[in-house]
């Protein structure tokens, strides 16, 4: 190695010496004249007997052959002696890099490197397919590559040297074809025959002799090497050529042939391509800065051009004509946040699209838009931003990556010396935009503007909706006003004004938004910046923007620093807000007090701050309008204070409208006066202590205040009452504080609880401010955790008042906040929050409502993340921060110990987990294992009856497959009977029978966990033997089990009772059988009510066969004495389903309760005193057997759905419907047991169908059309009413909410948006028409469901195998197929024109909607009808029918050569490359170029998007089928498929079975196609075919389906044409 190294230092210095006398020799590259050349040097290489060996004497350096054989043998002599042969040419091509560019030795050192080439390729093409380790080794060659090889030859491109790069360009374009000649081993196009690289197609092995990204690498550096030159060598001419020919352009055609040559266009090796046309156009193209930047030559604008035009065509196969997809919280899957527009491997093709189309994409101004239009958690807001902000700078640094950027522009140059490895732009710092001030500034701007655009349309909406033009001199009163406070008839709509208020609040509270900057918003939005008075800028004033401001000026910070700043300067804020005064709305005939006064409360509110007040009205003129009604704000101020003062509370109650208007207008003239009243009128100074329901639970009694009052107040006294709530009553370990006499806030004896008034208030403030409420939320869930936490050590002690607190805060989440937490953020994690306090609770009536919490919990989750959240043991808790953003990245691991030891919870959690697979599915996230998350739930397995199998997924009915345990053992009668024969310690049982030690062996016995499971059997024998018993023997035994045990000791309990009575010979439970199950629920309560429901409906049992559990069933909820009292005491109690709103609630709560006692220690038997004493009685609230009941009724209706009984289930849901008033979500469970059990026959009947919506519906609080109110009225039994009409109403609806219009309810005395179940307006109607749609469903069903019900008289036979339960599948698919609701949907949606009204509906809206809706219905509903339509549109469109026009190849040669002033090639068919199928579809729709191929595109990617795995599944079958039909017959149809599949490549690659599949349908058409194809030779293509082959090309390159993927699709790529085969081997070969 050293010498050559010296040899070659050598050559170099000779080839400056003397150059004036040097004449040009001869060169096979024909580059110089041949004449000899002499050199004098002082070293010499000579022969002796060891070979060549270096002297120290004179050389003559006599002829150029002579030094070509002395470098050609150094060069083997050192690859023989082991160096790399990369480190060898490294040193040559460095050597002829530096030699002279006008010295003939230059010939010599290309000479050199061609012979070295030519020997290289030999021996790479020998040995490329060898993996012997040792011949690796033997060779010296181990890992290199030829390709590694041949980069090295990019390096000696320099522009300074044109000799060397036009002999560089030949060099390589010479070995280029000598490697195509060895790879494919011909060089006509028309010779099939094959070399090495045609041989290996079946192989794909990836170690091609001259890879694709080789060559693309090289292409790359040359090209931007030309791109450096177009601007610094326009004028300068080659000494090779004429003065007109310069040596830029010399270069550049010399490069041309090179590029030729490897996309197989040169003569030598025509239609042998090396890199596809859309690689090389990849790397050819720039950027937009450079492109548009006029810097190029006209040569290369061409090329770019042309480049970029055909990544612009690509660019609409790969994404969608319209992308303008709501993101829906709550309905939207995982992958619907990160849009296709932001995905890195689209960003390249994105770029190359119009303004136009771009705008129809992703845009984080959207997503902030839609999530606070839906009232989003403020976490999920800020995730969102975070989520679009990392994607975003994914696809910038992507297309960054790719773009070129000029030597000029930074004095680099971008191609390093490491050619070998990719180029892109030179790491550097960190930018600013990867600070944390940086982002808070993007989150600042993009929260600004979402909340300005929506500010002014709800101010629009709100003018649109009042008269303001009528003036009235004399104010006529309604029935909400009297002399002081004007309020309008109609003030619904102020709801979105109080909405905006809370978000707005927080966000400057929190410093997310500054308040200067919302103010300067909004004056700029009056009047913009154009003008000082802009035209028509009196219709733009509003006093709202003022109340809003108003909101912000009761944050301290603010009215102490921007606000205070400003008045005692210029008063510039001032003067803007009296400009913004319209006057003309305080005297309209809507004026509105609470808005209209804001001007003169916030001169009221500021008055301390004001410089000379008597002055202002000469330094602001305008004020003069507004103040004749500043009297009002005094007369209202002083009426509260009097009414204060004599404590006449009707103004702090709320009971009517004007009393709140007149309270919530006082909040906003006084810093904290009316939240400190309201919170003295719940807690007031003197005492007057009441009982709930002992001695040890007593409260303060203080006043009730109204839901309304709550509402209207302003922001900051929302927030300050219930900080004073949080602080004095539940935020300290010693109870609630009071403060007496002036003394400091302490504990106060005989005072232990919070009033319920006051609890009541909290989830009232939390929810009609829940933003900026959001912390003290945060903060109660941490207490919680670290509870749990405590928990889990197993021995923790609470106080006596921190046991009251967890009772209070879990009943208040349980029965109030559920609705809150459904839709919050962390609302998948939060059972963290109970996990250890599950488990180690010892407090009998604390662990009753954690268990009741935990089952509404649970039944509360609706998406993945809930199976995240089991396998994440590493959470840590909610975030406490006012700028949050997700939890972090999650590492599943499979916890250590089961979630769950109730049997009950766990089954809970398997059928919730059954139904978020079901109806979201588990396709999007990867990674996650099922069978890892129904593990994890319980320690025992658990057994599914056939009943319930029948309707899970197929995942989780595979799982229950594998890990199926035997029927356990269950108490058999004989055996309980020989257990208490043989036990003398059963003795101690009964009266006047036991003694002290058998009671302590009674206890040890039972002290094994084995063993318990038995007591309450023997406890039932002894009781059915009618043996007197001794209660608090029985009660002392029960208490030493774990309480959460005792759901399972209750099933066991159950399955013996039922086995005793079938072994009584009995068909149904016997009179005496119910009275002792009533006795043992009621009268003694040792178990409890909703546990024997649970028993008997827990799924292990197939109903449909088991008459003696129906029998039971029925009893328990139906005939039971005990139970039907209770609940006809509900009944006429008549608890309201809007318990917001009544004042009585809490007197009904203890009335029922005085009635019923419930006993939690199984003391209600138990004469005398107790022994041990009873643990701590815990405040009461909400909670009763009834309450608990709910989730447990919940579970069980669908056990009874299942069992196929109508009558029972009729009967259940009209008997017991009222009790779904206090469900927290009815809505939601209808939606979710119509989605699951839409094809169970049970269903399919008028009667039971409307028994289950009335039981879950308050119709007073939904907004359902009129078909589905006729329907719940019995006026109406079928679907046949349901038409085009119908159809189109729905459609509109869903529309306008997705396009976040705003709209007045066509129902009165709807409940205020955040009481509603739903508080996202587009979520609740989506599940509103969903639950319409399934009930429409379950109608049309309805003739043939009889003949699907089992009879137990018939005895059929019931499924029970999986495959019969894939065949009941097939065929509930078949029917949906033929459903009509379904076919007019689509045709709706497909043809505006048979619309009832065409003109109504139009706009991208109304495709998304569909888009929407068919994933929240069952796939076979709605969504597969539509893809499965695909093959009608391939096969009968016109359009797509045709073929498309020939195509030349494009040859750079030919370009350099002829014109280059024309862009597109010899034919083009610029028709088709303009046409509408793939065109934006808005740009289509408002050019009157719709078509129905390119809407039902539109219509299809909406539908995907918003899918699951499951509509991949029945794409890839549709593609399948035209695959296989053999039908297709033009090019057009099969890139229309390929558009159908461009945009969801980001999804399928996580799917590679799926993803193959469609690949090699789509190759496998494109077989069938080519014959057919007249023009397609090895000049030309065709203008599909030639989008077609960049489409799989970019496939390749950007969601690689992996080596193996492409040896499974090597036989459809190997049938296609020969020249089309090569193109796409060069490609997946590497």
């Known amino acids: ?372 239009y839906q009232r989003a958690p403020i976490d999920e807001v800020f995730a969102a931003m975070r989520n679009h902000r990392i994607m975003q700078r994914k696809a910038i640094a992507a297309v960054a990556s790719e773009s070129y950027v000029p030597n000029s522009a930074n004095g680099v140059n971008m191609i390093g010396a490491g050619i070998v490895g990719g180029t892109g732009v030179a790491a550097g710092g960190s930018s600013a935009s990867d600070s944390g001030e940086a982002e808070r500034r993007e989150a600042s701007m993009l929260l600004l503007d979402a909340m300005a655009r929506r500010t002014e349309q709800i101010v629009r909406f709100i003018q649109s909706q009042c008269d303001f033009d009528t003036l009235l001199d004399e104010r006529k009163l309604n029935s909400n006003s009297d002399a002081t406070m004007i309020v309008p008839r109609n003030f619904s709509y102020w709801e979105y004004m109080n909405e905006v208020a809370d978000q707005l609040y927080y966000f400057v509270l929190t410093d997310t938004i500054s308040y200067q900057d919302i103010h300067d918003k909004f004056f700029s939005m009056v009047f913009p910046a154009d003008s000082d008075i802009h035209p028509g800028s009196e219709t733009r004033k509003d006093n709202s923007y003022i109340w809003l401001l108003l909101q912000l000026l009761h944050i301290e910070k603010v009215a102490a620093g921007p606000v205070q700043q400003d008045l005692a300067g210029d008063e510039d804020m001032l003067d803007q807000l009296v400009q913004m005064y319209n006057e003309r709305q305080i005297v309209s005939r809507d004026a509105f007090y609470l808005r209209d006064l804001s001007l003169q409360a916030t001169m009221s509110h500021q008055q301390g701050n004001i410089r000379d007040n008597h002055g202002v009205k000469f330094r602001h003129p305008r004020i003069a309008v507004a103040m004749p009604f500043a009297p009002v704000l005094y007369q209202l101020q002083n009426e509260f204070g009097q009414q204060f003062k004599e404590e006449n509370y009707t103004l702090l109650e709320g009971r009517d409208t004007c009393t709140v208007m007149k309270t919530a207008t006082v909040s906003q003239i006084r810093q904290y006066v009316v939240p400190n009243a309201l919170y003295t009128y719940l807690v007031p100074a003197r005492e007057k202590v009441q009982r709930l329901q002992s001695e040890a639970t007593t409260y303060l009694q203080g006043g009730n205040i109204g839901y309304r009052l709550l509402d209207y107040i302003n922001v900051g006294g929302k927030h300050r009452l219930l900080q004073l709530i949080y602080k004095m009553m539940l935020a300290h370990e010693q109870g609630p504080q009071f403060q007496f006499d002036g003394r400091q806030p302490s504990a106060r004896s005989g005072i232990t609880c919070v009033s319920p008034h006051v609890v009541d208030t909290v989830y009232m403030l939390l929810y009609n401010a829940p933003y900026s409420n959001e912390l003290m939320m945060k903060e109660v869930l941490e207490k919680l955790r670290r509870s749990d936490k405590a928990m889990a050590q197993g021995n923790a002690r609470f106080s006596p008042a921190n046991l009251r607190w967890l009772y209070t805060v879990y009943q208040l989440m349980n029965c109030r906040l559920l609705r809150f937490f459904k839709y919050y953020a962390h609302a998948s994690h939060l059972v963290h929050h109970l996990r250890h306090s599950l488990i180690n609770v010892t407090h009998w009536q604390l662990y009753r409502s954690l268990e009741c919490f935990a089952l509404c919990l649970v039944n509360l989750q609706h998406d993945v993340g809930f199976l995240q959240a089991l396998m994440n043991p590493a959470y840590h808790g909610v975030p406490l921060t006012p700028h949050p953003s997700t939890l972090g990245a999650i590492r599943y691991s499979k916890p250590k110990d089961a979630w769950f030891e109730c049997g009950m919870l766990s089954r809970n959690a398997a059928v919730v987990i059954a139904r978020i697979e079901t109806m979201r599915g588990l396709g999007d996230v990867p990674g996650l294992a099922l069978d890892d998350c129904l593990d994890s739930l319980s320690p025992q397995p658990q057994l599914w009856a056939p009943a319930v199998l029948r309707y899970l997924p197929r995942a989780v009915r595979a799982y229950y497959a594998r890990r199926a345990p035997q029927a356990c053992p269950r108490a058999a009668p004989a055996a309980i009977r020989q257990l208490v024969d043989a036990r003398s310690e059963h003795a101690a049982l009964l009266q006047q029978t036991g003694d002290a030690q058998t009671e302590a062996a009674l206890t040890a016995f039972y002290a094994a966990r084995e063993h318990q499971a038995l007591f309450l059997c023997v406890v039932w024998m002894l ?130 309760m005085a009635r019923f006692p419930e006993y939690f220690e199984f003391e209600a038997a138990v004469e005398g005193p107790l022994e041990p004493p009873p643990a701590l009685s815990l405040p009461v609230y909400y909670e009763n057997a009834m309450v608990r009941l709910l989730p447990i009724l919940e579970f069980a209706l669908g056990r009874m759905i299942e069992a196929e009984d109508r009558e029972l289930l009729r009967d259940v849901l009209d008997r017991m419907g009222i009790l779904y008033r206090l469900h927290q979500v009815p809505l939601t469970t209808l939606m979710n047991t119509l989605f699951i059990y839409f094809n169970a026959p049970t269903l399919h009947e008028a009667t039971v169908v409307r028994s289950l919506n009335r039981a879950l519906l308050d119709m007073s609080q939904q907004n359902f059309s009129r078909e589905f109110e006729q329907f719940m009225s019995g006026d109406i039994n079928d679907c046949s009413h349901i038409g085009a009409p119908y159809v189109g109403r729905i459609m509109e609806r869903i529309a306008r909410a997705i396009s976040r219009h705003l709209t007045t309810a066509d129902k009165q005395n709807l409940p205020e948006i955040h009481y509603r179940e739903i508080p996202n307006p587009i979520l609740l109607v989506l599940t509103e028409c969903v639950v319409e749609l399934l009930t429409w469903w379950c109608l049309h069903c309805a003739p043939s469901s009889d003949t699907r019900l089992y009879n137990p008289a018939t005895g059929k036979p019931l499924p029970k195998t999986e495959a019969e339960f894939r065949a009941e599948e097939q065929q509930r698919r078949k029917r949906a197929a033929e459903w009509p609701l379904a076919k007019l949907w689509l045709k709706l949606t497909m043809d505006p024109a048979q619309r009832p009204e065409p003109g109504l509906y139009t706009g991208a809206a109304y495709i998304h909607s569909t888009g929407v809706l068919a994933n929240v219905l069952p796939d076979e509903l709605l ?53 509408s199928v793939f065109n934006s579809f808005e740009q289509n729709r408002l050019h009157n170029m719709a078509n129905p191929a390119n809407t039902y595109l539109t219509l299809l990617h909406s539908v995907l998007h918003y899918g ?11 593609i399948h089928e035209l695959a296989s039909g053999g039908e297709l017959c033009s090019d057009i149809q099969l890139l229309y498929l390929c558009a159908t599949v461009g945009p969801i490549l980001y999804r399928l690659v996580d799917h590679n079975s799926l993803y193959v599949q469609i690949l090699g349908d789509l190759l496998s058409i494109l077989v069938q196609i080519c014959p057919r194809i007249s023009h397609l030779d090895s000049a030309f293509s065709t203008d599909a075919i030639e989008q077609i082959m960049d489409f799989i090309c970019f496939v390749k390159d950007q969601f690689d389906p992996g080596r193996a993927a492409w040896r499974r699709l090597a036989p459809h790529i190997a049938a296609l044409p020969t020249l089309l085969k090569y193109q796409l081997q060069c490609v997946v070969d590497q």
């Not at 360009?169 to 094959?194: E, H, Q």
């Not at 539509?1426 to 494009?1450: A, D, M, N, W």
């Not at 699951?1508 to 549709?1518: E, P, R, V």
């Open 1508 to 1518: 699951g795995i499951a509509t991949f599944n029945t794409l890839s079958d549709t």
């Open 1423 to 1475: 969504a597969f009808p539509i893809i499965e339509h695909l093959s009608h549109i391939v096969l009968q469109e016109p359009i797509l029918k045709t073929i498309s026009g020939p195509k030349r190849y494009f040859s750079f040669v030919e370009f350099a050569r002829t014109s280059r002033l024309h862009a597109d090639d010899s034919g083009a068919s610029t028709q088709f490359a303009a046409t």
């Open 1 to 372: 190695m050293n010498e050559l190294v010296e040899y070659l230092v050598g050559v170099v210095e000779s080839s400056y010496e003397d150059l004036a006398h040097l004449v040009p020799c001869g060169s096979f590259l024909g580059l110089f004249d041949e004449r000899p050349v002499k050199r004098i040097r002082k070293t010499a290489l000579q022969a002796n007997a060891n070979g060549l060996g270096w002297q120290n004497a004179l050389f003559e350096f006599d002829t150029s052959e002579a030094t070509f054989r002395a470098i050609l043998q150094l060069t083997q002599e050192a690859l023989a002696q082991g160096a790399k042969a990369a480190d060898v040419l490294r040193i040559v091509v460095d050597a002829v890099r530096n030699i002279h560019d006008g010295s003939a030795v230059l010939d010599i050192g290309f000479r050199v490197l061609y012979e070295i080439y030519q020997q290289r390729l030999q021996y790479h093409s020998v040995n490329r397919y060898r993996t012997d380790a040792a011949d690796a080794q033997e060779n010296n060659t181990g890992a290199e590559t030829f390709g590694e090889e041949y980069l090295l030859l990019a390096q000696l491109f320099e522009l300074h040297r044109p000799r060397t790069w036009v002999a560089t360009v030949r060099l390589m374009s010479m070995v280029t074809k000598s490697a195509i000649r060895i790879m494919y081993g011909s060089t006509t196009a028309s010779d099939a025959g094959g070399g090495t690289h045609a041989a290996s197609l079946s192989e794909i092995s990836g170690r091609n002799l001259l890879p694709e990204n080789v060559c693309r690498e090289c292409i790359r550096q040359v090209w931007r090497l030309l791109l450096d030159s177009a601007a610094t060598e326009p004028v300068q001419a080659s000494v090779l050529g004429a003065a007109r020919r310069t040596r830029w352009q010399i270069r550049f055609e010399a490069t041309m042939e090179l590029f030729d040559s490897m996309v197989g266009r040169a003569e030598q090796c025509l239609g042998r391509p090396l890199v596809s046309y859309y690689m090389i156009s990849r790397e050819l193209d720039p950027g937009a800065a450079v492109a548009e930047s006029g810097m190029l030559t006209g040569e290369m604008q061409c090329i770019v051009d042309l480049c970029f035009g055909r990544k612009r065509r690509l660019g609409r196969i790969l994404l969608p004509p319209d992308g303008s997809w709501p993101l829906i919280s709550h309905a939207s899957r995982a992958h619907t946040v990160k849009h296709v527009y932001d995905q890195p491997g689209y960003a390249l093709v994105r770029d190359s699209l119009t303004l136009e189309e771009t705008q129809r994409g992703a845009s984080a101004n959207r997503v902030v838009a839609d999530l606070l």
């Open 1023 to 1152: 009781c059915e033997q009618q043996k007197p018993l001794e209660m608090a023997v029985v009660r002392r035994v029960l208490l030493r089990f774990p309480p959460a045990h005792m759901s399972a000791h209750t099933s066991a309990l159950v399955d013996f009772i039922v086995a005793n009575e079938n072994e009584r010979g009995l068909t149904g439970p016997s009179a005496s059988t119910k009275q002792l199950l009533n006795d043992f629920m009621f009268r003694l309560q040792l178990v409890h009510h909703e546990h024997v429901v649970f028993a008997l409906t827990r799924g292990e049992h197939d109903l449909r066969t088991d008459q003696m559990r129906l029998g039971l069933t029925r009893y328990v909820l139906l005939e039971s004495q005990q139970f039907s009292e209770r609940l006809d005491e509900w009944h006429r109690l008549d608890f309201q389903g809007r318990y917001w709103a009544d004042f009585t609630h809490w007197q009904k709560q203890q009335a029922y």
